[in-house]
């Protein structure tokens, strides 16, 4: 071997020998132990709250040299309690004593394991951290807004902040963080939290890995989270940049559709903590076949930080997304209907409330504009002004002809059932506008209405509209009860064409006019037959130049007179001039009083009574001659409101003159 490469090999060996003998000398004489109180000050200005170490504070060598110290405490600040911010079971770091000779700080891996910690936010807003994200970029000796009882670093901080750290990796294994918010009275939970960098240099991006289980600590229901993300730090400029953010989440509980369902986010942003904005941008969310996109920029971050933005969900197929979710789509009856929906707006908001402007949404063939505005709160109170250009309701409703087993009183109490789970814990306030609509059979148009609710109460504090060439008004409440549900309505139509108010309403098309009408009533149940059963309340009636197709009274009068009536090539029809009727409601009962109706040859008088539950009808009618000399005639309506039986009599007056063969009812002497 020639001489140089055995001076070289010797030259290598006693290095590693003189290596080896440092850093065993090294290891047996030097106590990190003793510089514990020199420790605690510098983490205690680095991060702006009280740091103490309770465990040992040892060296390790293997796998490579490394300072381990165990049980570590942060404080509070003293208005949030004395509990701690945060509690470390380990630290383990692998220093780099050679960079400040360069005049870097700058350490190895660090690795920080059963990492207890609890974020709370006050009830009047104050949080406990506050200002640490301040102090850690000031770095030691210059931390901003540290509290007073800081401990001091007795003249021997360094003055490198900490911009000028580098680290090679984090690791946080078994992580628990609790967020207890005492304003909104909620509280969330991670655990089994990890997270994972790459090397961390200021201005350089580094990647970082987060995984863990995230829950409220009301609910069962909870969600693994994935996150990948790279990030740009200027710990100097306190300035953050992210990008290529992607986020993974599989939620499981039993209140999560089909038991199991997964979501995915994807974004970047900025946050500028020294001029108090942040931004997101190409935001994107995933979801059982919903894709949701927007971007947010927010400014005075802290308790009082303000968001603007733009929210927009990309159209869908509402049956596609149902089915997607594994939930059933309702049996409506419109099998076309629940195919496109789709939403749009601009936002802001604070941490108290969100409004939503300039909305365009839409659900089939209605498309929905307005603003709405949502406090922020456990039961929130929801403000709109909306409009709708066209509704219709009843291809919503269930089909009228649906195969199954349930009595009537089932299915009142099924539709009744399905009202409340979306009102049982509502808050809301608003106005609708809908150009056109359409509800239980009734069309209505330039439709305005103000909606209220609150938990188990709903109340349509208005609503006015144009209603077959006349006007509605009407408001109602719906108040649910420990045992019943109490309804109650008020409305008032003036002008109204009947004669297309019954076809929508009843599908019968025989009775026409022009007609006014006042309702005032009220019932109580959980399904048909009570609700008929308890309905009380007042109605009063008005109609003018009205026909009852189908009846022919003066033939009828003729005949019961013995008359013959000459056939008539037309319908029979019975002309009404004008009516009017005052109506009681007592149990399910309609008692009338007094109606009164008249035309050319005949006035009307009448009362009696109609048992809704029952469809059972008994009236008596006086009809009274408009042509002296004829005796009055007596009517009698029986059995269904719809089709009635009818029974005439005549009261033939003793000087009453007989009829002439020659006589027809032109003459007046029949009775119309």
């Known amino acids: 071997m020639k001489r140089w490469h055995i ?195 200021d201005g350089a991006p580094f990647r970082l890995e987060v995984s863990g289980k995230l829950r409220r600590a009301d ?42 369902q997964e979501a995915s986010v994807s974004a970047s942003g900025e946050a500028d903590f020294a001029a108090g904005r942040y931004s997101l941008a190409d935001f994107l969310m995933q979801s ?56 749009d ?33 456990d039961d929130p109170l929801v403000g709109f002004d909306l409009r709708l250009d066209r509704l219709d309701v009843d291809r919503y409703l269930p089909p009228e002809d649906r195969a199954d087993t349930t009595t009537a009183d089932d299915d009142g109490a099924q539709r009744l059932g399905q009202l409340w789970p979306a009102l049982e814990k509502s808050r809301f306030d608003g106005t609708l506008r809908v150009g056109a609509l359409k509800a239980a059979g009734l069309s209505l148009a330039d439709a305005e209405a103000r909606i209220k609710a609150r938990p188990d109460e709903a109340e ?21 009860k420990v045992d019943t549900t109490r309804y109650m309505l008020t409305a008032e139509m003036r002008h109204i064409a009947l004669g297309a108010f019954m076809s929508d309403l009843a599908r019968d098309q025989r009775f026409t006019g022009m007609a006014d009408i006042d309702l005032d009533i009220a019932t109580q149940g959980d399904n048909d037959t009570a609700l008929g059963q308890a309905l009380a309340g007042q109605a009063s009636v008005s109609v003018t130049d009205a026909r009852l197709a189908g009846y022919d009274l003066d033939q009828a009068v003729a005949r019961a007179r013995g008359k013959s009536m000459p056939p008539s090539d037309s319908a029979p029809v019975t002309p009404i001039e004008a009516l009017a009727a005052n109506l009681t409601f007592d149990h399910g009962v309609a008692r009338t009083t007094h109606m009164a109706w008249q035309n050319d040859r005949l006035r009307g008088e ?9 469809d059972a009808l008994d009236y008596q009618f006086q009809l009274m001659p408009r042509s002296q000399g004829r005796a009055p005639a007596r009517l009698r309506l029986t059995g269904s409101l719809v089709y009635p039986d009818a029974e005439l009599t005549i009261e033939r007056r003793r000087d009453e003159p007989p009829m002439s063969s020659g006589e027809s009812e032109a003459d007046g002497d029949a009775g119309s």
């Not at 290529?244 to 559709?257: Q, R, T, W």
């Not at 400014?299 to 509402?318: D, M, Q, W």
């Not at 009448?606 to 539950?613: F, I, K, S, T």
């Open 7 to 201: 001076w070289a090999l010797g030259l290598v060996g006693a290095l590693i020998v003189a290596v080896a003998g440092s850093v065993t000398w090294l290891y047996v004489s030097f106590n990190p132990d003793a510089y514990r109180s020199r420790i605690e000050a510098l983490a205690s200005q680095s991060v702006g709250r009280q740091v103490r170490i309770d465990g040992p504070i040892a060296l390790d060598l293997l796998p490579f040299p490394a300072v381990r110290l165990e049980s570590i405490e942060v404080g509070n600040p003293s208005d949030l309690g004395k509990s701690q911010l945060a509690h470390i079971a380990r630290v383990r770091v692998a220093p780099r004593p050679l960079a400040l000779l360069a005049g870097r700080l700058a350490v190895g891996a660090v690795t920080i394991s059963g990492l207890r910690m609890v974020l709370a936010r006050g009830a009047h807003g104050q949080d406990n951290w506050d200002g640490i994200i301040d102090a850690l970029a000031a770095g030691p000796g210059q931390s901003l807004g540290a509290p007073s009882h800081t401990a001091a670093l007795d003249g021997s901080a360094t003055d490198l902040p900490l911009a000028s750290l580098s680290v090679s990796a984090l690791e946080i294994n078994d992580a628990d963080i609790r967020y207890v918010d005492l304003a909104r009275q909620q509280t969330w939970e991670w655990s089994a939290g990890r997270l994972q960098t790459g090397r961390m240099t």
């Open 219 to 260: 609910s069962a229901v909870r969600a693994e989270v994935f996150l990948m993300t790279r990030i740009e730090p200027h710990l100097a400029d306190r300035f953050y940049r992210f990008s290529h953010l992607n986020l993974n989440l599989l939620v499981d509980g039993n209140s999560v559709p089909g038991g199991l």
């Open 288 to 343: 059982g076949g919903l894709a949701v996109t927007g971007k947010i920029d927010g400014k005075r971050l802290g308790a009082h930080t303000h968001y603007s933005g733009r929210l927009t969900i990309k159209p869908f197929s509402p049956r596609s997304v149902l089915a997607q979710f594994r939930i059933a789509p309702p049996l409506i009856r419109d099998t076309a209907a629940l195919a496109h929906a789709g939403f």
């Open 345 to 377: 707006a601009q936002f802001e908001g604070n941490e108290e409330r969100v409004r939503f402007k300039q909305i365009a949404a839409e659900l089939d063939q209605s498309h929905l504009t307005g603003m709405a505005t949502v406090a922020m709160s």
């Open 460 to 480: 349509l504090a208005s609503l006015t509209a144009a209603a077959y060439d006349g006007r509605l008004s009407a408001s109602g409440r719906i108040q649910r």
């Open 606 to 614: 009448g009362e009696g009574r109609y048992d809704l539950a029952k």
